[in-house]
């Protein structure tokens, strides 16, 4: 199984890049929303610094959400769906493996792009290192959670704005707590470990959940 398991992970991520280019299309479109921003909201260096972890957030949420349609639509159209359902791998474990790959892919890009981004924003170096650990934190729990949506609508044709009014009311607690670590590491009211481990605790309960309720939703729509 673990060598199922591993080829199953490099086939994924392999398809990944291939396909629509994810991760580079993603940091593409990180880097538009970062940059028109400032033309929005003026140039004044202390409100970029102040709205920066939310528009560097609100950016890599709006990101992952332009790949997850295809995590199982392709696998779907050509019949690999079919065969991860008969295979010996429990199709929960063949989603998160989908789902690791295809943060490997398109989330990873993210985190390694925002520090770079962050400089546009006027942010301090305590800030560029809440922002990386926070999206380290929680973009697998997008992933995760984009992954019901996916599941949900593999059989809807062109269903990526139905999943994303799916998957954006389940993400709002990773903004809400992934932004309030941010600033608590600039110097908040709160500590910065009190939001960043309620981020790691939705991620984790994603981790447990998520690949169970994208399996089922496969399972019922197969049938």
Not at 18 to 25: F, T
Not at 106 to 133: N, R, S
Not at 184 to 210: E, K
Request: charged share 10%; aromatic share 6%.
């Amino acid at each position: 199984m673990t060598s199922s398991i591993g080829a199953l992970f490099l086939r994924e991520w392999r398809i990944a890049r291939r396909v629509g280019g994810s991760g580079a299309m993603g940091v593409v479109f990180f880097l538009t929303l970062v940059t028109i921003v400032p033309f929005a909201v003026g140039p004044d260096p202390n409100l970029l610094a102040r709205i920066g972890p939310a528009i560097l957030w609100i950016a890599a949420l709006l990101a992952s959400l332009l790949a997850f349609d295809r995590l199982f639509q392709a696998d779907a159209e050509d019949g690999s769906l079919d065969l991860l359902h008969l295979g010996e791998t429990p199709l929960e474990l063949a989603v998160l493996v989908k789902c690791a790959a295809h943060w490997a892919a398109t989330g990873l890009p993210l985190i390694i792009a925002a520090p770079f981004l962050g400089l546009m924003l006027q942010q301090e170096t305590m800030a560029l290192v809440g922002v990386v650990a926070t999206l380290l934190v929680g973009t697998p729990a997008l992933t995760l959670i984009g992954a019901i949506g996916a599941a949900a609508t593999v059989t809807v044709r062109r269903g990526g704005l139905l999943m994303a009014l799916l998957v954006l009311p389940l993400t709002i607690p990773v903004l809400i707590f992934g932004v309030s670590a941010c600033e608590a590491a600039t110097g908040g009211t709160v500590p910065f470990y009190s939001p960043f481990s309620i981020l790691c605790a939705i991620t984790l309960v994603a981790l447990a959940l998520c690949p169970f309720a994208a399996a089922a939703a496969l399972r019922h729509l197969g049938e």
